[in-house]
């Protein structure tokens, strides 16, 4: 398997614009989390799936952040509009959940470095 | 300190050496994860403990657990260059949230 896969890998725009970030999970997970690095705030978790399903976006900071999974194997995180406090590194995570959602490993993709400008 | 605070944040030891990093957290939790990071990738998981477990080894790994002070440690024993990353405790608290520390960042000298 290929394992987590994002795009981009790098992201640089203007500020206002509006940004889309990508995941593709490993085939057969069934959840799916979205993070966000920063040096001052560290890992945060923004939002996650369980079957395709959102069960928790208590984590996106702002209305501006939005996410789907519109099937098993694709998920996308939306910034719109973005701002240069969004620069982050972006993960997505997959995990095939059982027994509670975070009682699993979760697999981390390469990551999408975002910087705002 | 927040929930999953590790300690150390930086460490540096010689090639061969044992290092120990601790996490330390508020609430109650279900398992513990530890996580490693090497700069510029993604976070790879190393090992999970559970709440009634209280030590788990994975290779050069020795994770302990202590409940009733809520604290975690990780071992590595015999360090090596490739060990250089920085390392994360996750906590799955009771109340369905996965959090994790800030790292530690584990320097391994020549």
């Known amino acids: 398997d290929a394992g987590v896969i994002q795009s981009p890998r790098h992201e640089v725009t203007e500020m206002g614009q509006e940004v889309t970030l990508r995941c593709k999970p490993i085939s057969g997970h069934n959840s799916l989390f979205w993070y966000r690095q920063t040096m001052m705030r560290g890992l945060e978790l923004l939002i996650y799936f369980n079957n395709n399903v959102p069960i928790d976006d208590s984590g996106m900071p702002e209305d501006r952040f939005s996410a789907k999974m519109p099937n098993a194997s694709f998920s996308t995180l939306k910034i719109q509009p973005s701002e240069p406090r969004d620069s982050a590194v972006y993960f997505c995570a997959s995990s095939l959940a059982a027994g509670g959602l975070f009682g699993n490993e979760q697999f981390f993709g390469p990551g999408t470095r975002l910087t705002v400008l | 300190s927040q929930q999953g605070e590790e300690d150390p944040q930086a460490l540096s030891i010689q090639e061969g050496e044992n290092a120990t990093m601790n996490c330390s957290y508020k609430t109650s939790i279900n398992n513990l994860q530890w996580y490693r990071q090497n700069s510029g990738r993604g976070l790879v998981h190393l090992i999970l403990?559970?709440?009634?477990?209280r030590e788990k080894h994975s290779g050069r790994l020795r994770v302990t657990l202590d409940t009733s002070k809520k604290s975690s440690s990780l071992l590595i024993t015999a360090s090596r260059a490739a060990d250089t990353a920085s390392y994360f405790c996750a906590t799955d608290a009771s109340d369905d949230k996965i959090i994790f520390g800030k790292g530690t960042r584990l320097h391994i000298l020549p």
């Open positions: 403990i559970r709440s009634n477990e």
